[in-house]
């Protein structure tokens, strides 16, 4: 069983920063493939960004290329992710997500572990 909870989101002016966490519990956070999603009002959840266990790849959507950047820390049981130059489409819900597999997958159904998710959002 793993418990995850995101924070860091909140409200910033297009071209802004913001970097959320999210925080697992349990000793085995090593074991899992870490990702957000983020879902906005009236869509579908999508994938943002996935990390191997270890943090050696990462994959993206293309519509955060260059700006998004995920990370972890296995010794704080923390996944992190650095968003920059953030657009009003940008807006939404972010949720982190763990998935006990090697590898990486944007199927939000590969993923057995979700937190409660955080709100972003970025004003025009």
């Known amino acids: 069983q793993v418990q995850l909870v995101e924070s860091g989101g909140g409200l910033v002016q297009a071209g802004g920063s913001l970097r959320l966490s999210c925080a697992a519990s349990?000793?085995?956070?090593?074991?899992?493939?870490m990702a957000w999603f983020r879902q906005a009002p009236g869509k579908e959840r999508e994938f943002v960004e996935a990390i191997t266990r270890a943090g050696s790849s990462t994959y993206y959507t293309d519509s955060v290329k260059g700006r998004f950047t995920i990370s972890r820390d296995n010794a704080k049981n923390t996944v992190y992710l650095q968003m920059n130059s953030l657009k009003p489409e940008d807006t939404a819900v972010y949720y982190c997500a763990a998935g006990p597999f090697g590898g990486l997958d944007m199927r939000s159904g590969s993923y057995d572990y979700w937190g409660q998710g955080t709100q972003v959002t970025v004003s025009s």
């Open positions: 349990g000793r085995t956070f090593s074991r899992y493939t």
